[in-house]
């Protein structure tokens, strides 16, 4: 165990440099240069235009006005200060929501810590169990903890009693969010304009029939068995060509229209380039007319491949969108089961136009079942065996073995101080490697598992990267060894033994843990707010690649609230809390210092940058629940194996309805608040029918959905794009108005939008 | 372990004890004064009379006909001839799924014990381990499992083939089995009559409105959100005072009728009674006289009580039936949420009139979870530490104890003889006792639990039973030693450790469970089809208590299956096979044995006995698949255990596959069938909806519907009888017949019909 010296001047440099990050932010989000970089929501928004176009030349870039520094740290009261309501407003549900974990984590562990130094630390402290064990080198910091009473003490009640406190006080707290949340769910559903995916039922798995198309065979089916409801549908189709042929030709326009600017702006040179690889070699054209050509051809094989899907019936997917008159009739088709065969015609609510994930549409239902089994197996090796490859790639990396293998290397090895250097960087790079690439893997795991939509995939990354972290990390550390390790030691350990091994090393690693609390939490959560990453991307972009209005918009990167890889972490923080608020209440101050630091940082964020790619209206509070509940059984079950290790029979008894009431609590909640999050009650949609008939009663339900779930390729803006295109492409800002405007309605999916982005990102990389 | 000598000693008592049985069976069933014991199913149905009265004096009661005694056992094939469809018509689909579970043990058992034969038994024989090793005392049953095979054998790859190609033949049996039966569940479903549960739904917890009454609300609220679709609704009434009220009436009835066939008889003298205790002393009055005047006070009460049930709004319980004018709309009430709180308005599909268990109706939902908690903890509690009380119990009952308590016992005590029979059975009959109550136990609290239906009462209690029958009579022969000792070596065990040491006594105790399967499986099920406790009862009613055809009719206890009981023995079978499967073939030929007798002695027992008293069409099919499955989990586990102790650690290795297949393969048939167990699919009840409405386009589904879901006591039958009582009980056989009729029809609840009956007896049962 580290000295209380030891955690001070980590506390210290982690302080600086936390300060340090909000300084710099502080000071360089009031520069106008940055200005896309800390309020890209605004832009989006558009209440906030470029400060570039009032003002001198100079302080377009640089901020000259001294008032304005005198004030920057006023963007912490700024971000607290938007009531509720309008945060939802501003940003979503699902982001005002998910800022509310971390509000919640002050609720739950400030009472608890309070408790904790009013009762426990004194018990610890007074106990002369370490003083009189001379033998045994202790810290100020053991004093404090459980570690400091002896075994088989009277004193342990006290523990035992806090732990019923605080369980019982996590569950008043738990309980009561769900139903603040679940509240705001249902009140945000009931509040919302109208919106497609209300009367709209995904249809998958719909079976074959010789004499139908599936487009009639939809129809027929549902004018049968939803005689009074059934509206309209829209077929999926198979659009993945056509997809990426659109995607190569926006990146081709963005070329076009950037030669023909320095044409423009140099007309008697025309501009040049090879048509060989990356533009390096080969014969040399004029790259206006090449493009202009180049596009021309992929115009015409996009119309044909665009015919080809619309008359090819191979082309259909088995899925289909079906529309309703009214909500209670999408509400009753999406709640109930079809046919006999619960395997076809299976439906559910439609996520929102811009949540589909369009290439999982079409997997068959027997294929998803072995998909989930490999997914599984998969998540399992992943994490007890993912030190295995790394472990082959780290002994590959042996210079030695490289300078055998490719012994054209030898004269670059053989110096001394590169060697040094290589070989004490090699091994921890396949690691930090992989652990960068983790949640894109975990991502594409799920992919893989069939979920068609992007809230879907974002929830099951987070659950598969919690699982990761709570082995590796958690446990990783409690009992060093790797997870395989672990594993072994587990299987060959009695069930009461495991809970004792882990309980017994948890008070020693209190230190380890308040240091990776202030590195990763103080730190980290300092260095999000500074945006370094998009802030150099951007002025890199701004400087070499923006050429037109529309361009300096998408080298604008709001990012959004990553759930699959945030939430888990802030999980993690959790199971510290409860785990160490009996052990070691000392460690609880500084997850307090976390949760309030990111609330601020995340409040900020929402409101001023992030742009979140869909709306599943806080669908994924019931996932956060559980790990949280999660978490209080782990901390349950290791306190009582280090109870067990301390010669306190009775007090273990006692412990023993605490994970059962904890198991209990989490079915109560269940039944009480999760149907809120996956079924939609009828009533409510009555209401919501009534009402709309009501106020709109002249409404063409009908031409409203119409479009609503076309494919992004077939949708309305893309098919302009394509038909209008000669004119457009002479006035770009026309069409990064277009762009700006659907980068925020919702009948855009972000595979088109983002996709075009990307795409014109890399191709402008190229030369 | 016994020899094959001691196991042939076993067989031969088993054997002739199992014909005696049959043989006995066979001379009763065909003397006409059986006739009742043996066919009441016939009776019931109405298309059997009463042998009694055709032909001479003698014939009544004993079967002089020779010719019928050289055809005894003529039974067996009759009991197979019926072909399935008509057993299904005949005796319902729980019924006739009921006795495939034991076809399902023939087709799963007969091939995995042919291929045993055939691959296994040669491979352990011509081992010759336990030849070599001279020390250990082996037997000629050990030859042939897998004990001769020596520690790391490379013979062991034949059981690991083996236990894949049982594995998958187990998944290709019970795959097939499930759909055959989800099928015949929806055909069935199809082509059923009009039934009231059809259109009907139940709703729970509905929520207080202080200015409407229950009955309002209900009709509002559905009026509202189910425009299209509600018909009617029928409150649910606390009617219990009233129902015991009728109870006691009826039995006074009986007597009184008796009474006044004896003053026919006789009728010089008029019978008296005492009035005081079980009318042994007190006043001496007219029993006519008596009897008249008290149903007449009592009716007096039950009007009063009536009128108070209808009149006072608290006694109007917060739950009501809800019709529908169609299936489609039924089938979306019952499938739907329909309000934001998922916790009032709970609905779910009405069970059939006869099945419903009225006391629960009225559980709020919170004390639901409450009372699903205690009786979790509860049923850990009974199926692990149930020795404790019973050992309580014995400790009790000892003699010496006993005599210090009650000196005034001694001299009896102190007999020689007496007391070494006391001490020799006292402390086994605490113990069979228990057994003996168990399943009613179990029954209890599963009904403590709040299930509103007898079907899920019944498949609670086999849950739970099953659960006991897996630790205390699987584990706990195996494992010798009680629950709770096991439950400490378990915990006390690592994980790895567990399996080993159950696997490695598993082939140990082969010799023991082949018995176990003689005595409960061979003779028990020739027991069964004796009958030997009804056939008495109905012997000492006759002679003692019959008076009048409507009483005879009651004597006959047709019974029903007890699927809570005995469905868990058949379980343990399942298990015992796939267990021994691969470790001891020998065992497959005795459990092929039971099961070809069980599905004999219950089919026929089906067709000519028992009468169902609720229909529940398979719905216990799930539960059935489920605990299979776990019993092959559970025997993988235990092979991979046996396995890993012959130091054959690579086909350790190979093994591990096999429970995560099993796992997987119980998700994809639950995502497959367990739908059609719970939901009913809206294309199903469209195609039933429009051919009635074709069929009988006229039909009055409100006047039909409006008894449907009266509680018992308030039904048309009984109302009738407090009414024209007077003019009834002059001609019990009018009453008879009606009773008889009401028996079979879907309308009466089993509550009211029996509850009736059995109060009938114990006051007859008083002098």
């Excluded at 209300?198 to 939809?218: A, C, G, Y």
């Excluded at 409860?578 to 609330?599: D, E, H, K, M, R």
Aim: aromatic content about 12%; glycine content about 4%.
């Amino acid at each position: 165990m580290g000295s209380l010296n030891d955690i001070g001047v980590a506390a210290g440099i982690n302080i600086l440099s936390a300060l340090g990050f909000l300084l710099a932010f502080a000071v360089l989000r009031i520069q106008p240069i940055n200005d896309r970089v800390y309020f890209p929501k605004w832009y989006l928004k558009g209440t906030r235009s470029s400060p570039r176009h009032i003002g001198a030349a100079l302080s377009k870039f640089v901020n000259a006005d001294v008032s304005t520094y005198m004030r920057f740290l006023n963007w912490m009261p700024v971000a607290l200060k938007m009531p509720e309501p309008e945060l939802i407003e501003h940003a979503g549900l699902d982001s005002a929501v998910y800022v509310r974990i971390y509000l919640l984590g002050l609720k739950l562990f400030v009472p608890i810590a309070v408790l904790a130094f009013l009762v426990l630390v004194p018990v610890n402290w007074t106990s002369g169990t370490l003083e009189d064990e001379k033998s045994i080198s202790y810290d100020e910091i053991d004093k404090l903890s459980i570690s400091n009473i002896g075994t088989g003490s009277k004193r342990f009640w006290a523990h035992i009693a806090m732990a019923y406190v605080f369980t019982f006080w996590t569950f008043y707290v738990l309980y009561h969010e769900y139903k603040v949340i679940t509240t705001m769910r249902l009140r945000f559903l009931a509040n919302q304009k109208r919106r497609p995916d209300q009367f709209t039922v995904l249809v998958k798995n719909i079976p074959e029939d010789s004499d139908e198309t599936v487009s009639e065979h939809v129809q027929h089916f549902f004018a049968v068995n939803h005689r009074d409801h059934y509206l309209s549908h829209q077929v999926v189709y198979n659009a993945n060509t056509l997809a990426s042929l659109v995607e190569k030709k926006t990146g081709l326009q963005n070329w076009l229209v950037y030669y023909e600017n320095q044409h423009a702006k140099n007309p008697e040179k025309n501009p040049t380039i090879k048509t060989g690889l990356w533009g390096l070699w080969g014969e040399k054209v004029d790259a206006v007319e090449y493009y202009r050509t180049t596009i021309e051809e992929l115009c015409k094989q996009e119309d044909e491949e665009r015919e080809k899907v619309v008359s090819d019936p191979s082309a259909i997917m088995p899925a289909a969108f079906v529309s309703f008159k009214s909500q209670w009739g999408a509400a009753v088709c999406a709640q109930t089961q079809q046919t006999s065969n619960p395997t076809v015609w299976i439906t559910e609510w439609a996520p929102e136009p811009r949540d589909v994930y369009w290439p999982n549409l079409a997997i068959p239902f027997v294929s998803l079942s072995v998909r989930r089994l490999i997914m599984t197996v998969a998540l399992f090796f992943l994490t007890f065996f993912f030190m295995v490859p790394i472990a082959l790639v780290q002994s590959l990396a042996n210079l030695d073995d490289i300078e055998r293998v490719l012994p054209f290397l030898k004269p670059i090895i053989q110096r001394n101080s590169l060697r040094s250097i290589i070989q004490g960087f090699l091994p921890g790079i396949a690691l930090k490697l992989f652990l960068i690439i983790l949640p894109t893997i975990l991502r594409t795991m799920s992919k893989i598992e069939g979920h068609i939509s992007l809230s879907g995939l974002d929830r099951r990354t987070a659950s598969k990267y919690f699982l990761f972290l709570f082995v590796n990390v958690f446990l990783g550390s409690v009992i060093t060894g790797t997870a395989f390790q672990q594993l072994d030691t587990f299987i060959h350990q009695s069930a009461n033994k495991i809970p004792e091994t882990i309980g017994e090393s948890i008070p020693m690693k209190a230190t380890f843990f308040i240091t990776y609390i202030m590195v990763d939490g103080w730190s980290g959560i300092a260095a999000e707010v500074l945006r370094l990453k998009p802030l150099v991307m951007f002025h890199i972009k701004n400087t070499f690649l923006v050429r037109t209005d529309q361009d300096r918009d998408q080298a604008m990167d709001p990012g959004s609230l990553d759930f699959g890889s945030n939430e888990p972490r802030i999980q993690l923080y959790f199971l510290l809390g409860l785990v160490y608020a009996v052990v070691t209440p000392i460690l609880l101050p500084f997850i307090i210092v976390f949760f309030s630091l990111a609330y601020l940082v995340f409040r900020h964020q929402i409101i001023n940058v992030y742009n979140q790619q869909y709306e599943s209206c806080a669908q994924f509070w019931p996932d956060v629940h559980r790990r949280i509940i999660i978490a209080l059984i782990v901390s349950q079950i290791l306190l009582l194996g280090l109870l067990s290790t301390q010669e306190a029979e009775k007090s273990t008894f006692a412990l023993l309805p605490l994970p059962v009431l904890t198991i209990w609590f989490h079915y109560v909640c269940k039944g009480r608040f999760e149907p809120a999050y996956i079924k939609f009650p009828l009533q409510e949609a009555m209401v919501k029918d009534t009402l709309q008939r009501a106020t709109d009663p002249t409404l063409n339900l009908r031409a409203y959905l119409k479009d609503a779930y076309v494919h992004p390729v077939f949708q309305g803006g893309d098919m302009y794009d394509l038909v209008a295109m000669d004119e457009e492409e002479k006035d770009p800002l026309l069409v990064a108005t277009k762009r700006r405007s659907r980068m925020n309605t919702p009948v855009d999916s972000r595979l088109n939008s983002s996709s075009g982005t990307n795409e014109g990102e890399f191709s402008r990389l190229r030369p």
